[in-house]
């Protein structure tokens, strides 16, 4: 199972930014290895260049068991689930449920693809997180606080490795800003997500795939998009007591922007 560019393994691949990635990937000339939990629609999916598999990312040994079926030049962390609402009162479930899928996940398939790696000579992982990694985002903390634990997780194993010597094996961070995603059209009603659209315009799956697809090329740490974006919540996260005093601004910001979105949703319905 190889072409020109190697083969891609993408968790979370059956829709929203995973699926877009999916199609670049094959665009690039990668073989991909499209995983989920859920059965993707195949009409959505590139007619050749993709294989379909099952997986549960917060099940390590099912990760391991992939990556070393399939032997990945390329690793994509994707798989996420947002979970908003008041974090002192949401359901145990729900709490490990977000925490499983969207730090654990990340960190299961970041091992096994470093495990097979290893003894390949080398490879590139890239870690889906997001710009709630730098900042407090009431509404939103557990997921914020999972895709903390991915930039972190990610920047110390990178770190990790190359004190060990290991410079093939690259690990990128991709952190967005928020995106017209089945996954926040699902909340689009809800309050509790008002930061996630606080910026002036929400980002697209299209321009955050475009942005991975980069990184393959020119590999680095971290990338925001859109930069400008990261730059800002970059800022303010090394300011913490500011950036709190800031949030009501930004919430009111985001609440406005979010009935604008839903507005426009409703009249393409």
């Given at each position: 199972?190889?072409?020109?560019r190697?083969?891609?393994?993408?968790?979370?691949?059956?829709?929203?930014?995973?699926q877009?990635?999916?199609?670049?990937?094959?665009?690039?000339?990668?073989?991909?290895?499209?995983?989920?939990?859920?059965?993707?629609?195949?009409?959505?999916?590139?007619?050749?260049g993709?294989?379909?598999?099952?997986?549960d990312?917060?099940?390590?040994?099912?990760?391991?068991?992939?990556?070393?079926?399939?032997?990945p030049?390329?690793?994509?962390?994707?798989?996420?689930?947002?979970?908003?609402?008041?974090?002192?009162?949401?359901?145990?479930?729900?709490?490990?449920?977000?925490?499983?899928?969207?730090?654990?996940?990340?960190i299961?398939?970041?091992?096994?693809?470093?495990?097979?790696?290893?003894s390949?000579?080398?490879?590139h992982?890239?870690?889906?997180?997001?710009?709630?990694?730098?900042?407090?985002?009431?509404?939103?903390?557990?997921?914020?606080?999972t895709?903390?634990?991915?930039?972190?997780?990610?920047?110390?194993?990178?770190?990790?490795?190359?004190a060990?010597?290991?410079?093939?094996?690259?690990i990128?961070v991709?952190?967005?800003?928020?995106?017209?995603?089945?996954?926040?059209?699902?909340?689009?009603?809800?309050?509790?997500?008002?930061?996630?659209?606080?910026?002036?315009?929400?980002?697209?799956?299209?321009?955050?795939?475009?942005?991975?697809?980069?990184?393959?090329?020119?590999?680095?740490?971290?990338?925001?998009?859109?930069?400008?974006?990261?730059?800002?919540?970059?800022?303010?996260?090394?300011?913490?007591?500011?950036?709190?005093?800031?949030?009501?601004?930004?919430?009111?910001?985001?609440?406005?922007?979010?009935?604008?979105v839903?507005?426009?949703?409703?009249?393409?319905?």
């Open positions: 199972m190889t072409t020109a190697g083969v891609a393994v993408i968790t979370g691949a059956a829709g929203g930014l995973g877009c990635i999916v199609h670049d990937l094959v665009g690039a000339g990668y073989q991909v290895v499209a995983t989920d939990v859920v059965t993707p629609d195949h009409s959505e999916m590139p007619a050749t993709v294989r379909v598999e099952f997986l990312v917060r099940d390590a040994a099912a990760c391991r068991e992939i990556a070393e079926s399939v032997q030049d390329v690793w994509i962390n994707c798989a996420g689930i947002l979970g908003a609402g008041d974090s002192a009162t949401q359901p145990d479930a729900e709490v490990e449920l977000i925490v499983g899928v969207n730090l654990l996940g990340v299961h398939g970041t091992r096994a693809a470093v495990e097979v790696m290893r390949r000579g080398g490879g992982i890239i870690n889906i997180a997001s710009l709630a990694a730098w900042v407090p985002v009431p509404g939103e903390c557990v997921y914020a606080a895709k903390a634990g991915v930039l972190s997780f990610s920047l110390g194993l990178k770190a990790e490795l190359e060990q010597g290991i410079t093939t094996i690259d990128s991709v952190c967005p800003d928020g995106m017209l995603t089945p996954m926040i059209t699902a909340v689009i009603d809800d309050p509790a997500v008002a930061l996630t659209f606080s910026g002036p315009k929400l980002t697209t799956v299209n321009a955050v795939s475009a942005r991975v697809i980069r990184l393959l090329h020119a590999p680095r740490s971290v990338a925001s998009v859109p930069r400008w974006r990261g730059a800002q919540v970059r800022v303010l996260g090394m300011v913490p007591d500011v950036a709190t005093r800031a949030l009501p601004l930004f919430r009111r910001m985001g609440l406005a922007h979010q009935a604008k839903r507005d426009q949703l409703a009249q393409r319905r």
